[in-house]
Every structure is written in structure tokens, then in C-alpha cells.
């Protein structure tokens, strides 16, 4: 049985992974822990504001509290020696680098999606650009209208997939469009981020040649289906030795 802490789990994707967790055999929900205080869905699921007075060797923190958290999360698991899965998006490189200076102490997982459908859709994008050398490439990506940063994590690693596969840098990026005269530049990725309402998530790769276009697209209905990945990733992490590993790692060995 895998020992889950779970960080920011009175937000909408530490529900989800706390509910998913609660419905598995496989998963002991030790305690949750968010300042915000208990939410009435946690019924009299143990209850902390700060990590410090939980955390144990061998338990797995799942952390959803965002760029904060995710860095005093990676702290504490590499002083308890327990690991860490990390799926907070928009982290500045001070929390990317407490995120990986933990991973040489435990071993760390960290997505900017947890879902399978994004990884498949990742590897198809990767055969799409080979096909199509000098394609025009837009990602558009829509979620709900409480999300902290724009363009998504999601959004910003498909940019990179297309930057790498290109020998783009990323000043290539272009967001939104604003202000800019004359015709697309080649070598140009363009990202466009929609805000509004409670869409979930929505991630849409445009590639665009002369007279066709091909679209690359995947829909988050719930956040189920980052929670059963984040989950997948506290087993493959509950077993791995101290490194930074990537999705693919847990669900795709
Ligand atoms: P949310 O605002 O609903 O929840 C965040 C929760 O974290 C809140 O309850 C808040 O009180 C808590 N929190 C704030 N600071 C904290 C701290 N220092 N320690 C512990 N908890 C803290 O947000 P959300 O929609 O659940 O998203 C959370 C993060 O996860 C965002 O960065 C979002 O972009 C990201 N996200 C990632 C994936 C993925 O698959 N990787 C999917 C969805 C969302």
C-alpha cells in the first residue's frame, strides 16, 4: 500500500486525487494538508495546515498547492526522506531548483500534466512534426477562469516538444499575437491562452501548411484523469531511487 500525503488538498485537483486516492485499495490517505483549512467534503480525514507535522520516510507527497508549495514540499521530503510527486504549475526557477535539488536526495516526479491522453498527444505531435517540416505550429489552450497562470504548463511543454524537434530556442515563442506587424514569421510556435468558465482543460496543437491543416487535440472532461496519473506516479515513486523523473517513467516504462 503506497502512504499519501497530499499538499493543497482542499483545492480542486487535491480533491481529486484525495477522492480518487480514498476509492483505491492500493492508497492509505495519511493526512491532508492546506492552510485553507478542512473542507465539509473531507468528512474526519486527518487534517494539517503545514507539512512539517506529518511527513515520514516512506511516505509519498502528491502536492497540488501550487509554486510555494511545490518547493517547500521538495524541502521537506529530502529532510524526511519520503518522496514527491509534483504537479503545481507556472513554478519560477528558484522553485525549479528547489524542486531539483531534492531529487538528489529522494526520488521526485514532477508533470505539468499527469494525464495519459497529453502524453500520447505528445508523441503524436512529435511524429506529426517529422512529417511536416516547416508547418506553421499554434497551440491554443483554454481552462477555467480561477487557473493562476497563463499559458498553461501543458501549453509550455508542447512549445518546448516543438522547439526541440525544430532546433528552435525560446525566444521563438510567441504569445498572443499582440502588437505585431507584417506577415508570420517562419520558425515562429504561437501560443494563445483562453480564459473562462470551468473548462478544465483544452489543449489544441495547429500545424498549418499551404491549403490543409492538421489539429492535435486533447480535453480534460475531469480532473480524474490527472488524478489517476499523479497516483500512478506516488506508486512508481514509492519504489524509485533518488533522481527527477519524468511521466513517462511511471506509466510508460
Ligand atoms: P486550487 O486553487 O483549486 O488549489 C490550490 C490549493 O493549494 C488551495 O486549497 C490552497 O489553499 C492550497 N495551498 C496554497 N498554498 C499552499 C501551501 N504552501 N501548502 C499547501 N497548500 C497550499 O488550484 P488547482 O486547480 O487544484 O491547481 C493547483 C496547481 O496544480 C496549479 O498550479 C495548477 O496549474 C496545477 N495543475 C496541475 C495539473 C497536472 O496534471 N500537473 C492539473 C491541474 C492543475
Redesign the pocket.
Known sequence: MTRLVV????????RAVTETAWGDAGFQVKAC????GRPPWAGDAKWEA??GAVLARGDVAI???????AA??ARACAECGAGLVS????LSPAHEEAVRQASGEVAVLR?????LGILALRRALGAALAGLPGWDVEIVERHHR????SP???ALALAGDVAAARGLSASSLRHGRNGTAGPRPAGEIGLHAVRGGSWV?DHVVLLAGDGEWVELRHVAQD?SA?AR??LAAAVFVSKAPPGLYHLEAAVMP
Open positions: 499538499v493543497g488538498a482542499a483545492g480542486k485537483m487535491g494538508v492546506d492552510p485553507a503545514g507539512l502536492e497540488f498547492g501550487g509554486p510555494e508549495a517547500a514540499a504537479g503545481s504549475t507556472g508533470a505539468a500534466n499527469f494525464s480561477a487557473k493562476k497562470d498553461s504548463g501543458t482543460g480532473r490527472f496519473g499523479a
